[in-house]
Structures are given as C-alpha cells and as structure tokens.
C-alpha cells in the first residue's frame, strides 16, 4: 500500500518480490529503487525487482487504507514543509 501512495506522489514504478508466501512491493524511481516497508522484515529481502502495476499492488489492500495512509502521508509532507519555512 505504501508503495501506491509514493508512487501517486513520486510517479515511477511500482516493482515487487516475493517475500515468504506472499509478496512485498516497493518503488523504483528515476531509476532508484526505494523501500520505505523493508523494516517490517525480520530477514534480509532478497530482491528480484520484477514490474508490477497499481492493480496489483492494490489488490494486496483496500480503499479504505489506501486512502487513510495517503491523507496521513500528505498531512505528515506538509507538516515537514511548515517546519522549514
């Protein structure tokens, strides 16, 4: 979900892994790859980078979250940006 939210934001793609039995999905942009969940992990993830797309990021998710994580991303951006004016 996380990885949907920087992309709305950053654009770039959405790429995942497989992680256990499931997978993990993080971002790539301007050709850096960019992780902001990796710590949830207890092992080291073991990147395979393969494309993926916004439907099947979000089918890991549901509206709700999605959108409750990208007012509080948005809330947390300007926050940050009144602290340095």
């Known amino acids: 979900m996380t990885a949907l939210v920087i992309q709305d934001v950053y654009g770039g793609d959405i790429l995942k892994t497989k992680t256990g039995t499931s997978w993990h999905f993080y971002n790539r942009i301007d050709g850096e790859i960019y992780d902001f ?3 949830q992990f ?3 993830i073991v990147y395979q980078h393969i494309l993926s797309s916004r439907d099947e990021a979000f089918s890991d998710t549901n509206e709700h979250q999605y959108r409750f994580l990208k007012s509080a991303f948005r809330k947390n951006m300007e926050t940050e940006r009144e602290k340095h004016l």
């Open 37 to 39: 969940t990796s710590g």
């Open 42 to 44: 207890s092992e080291p």
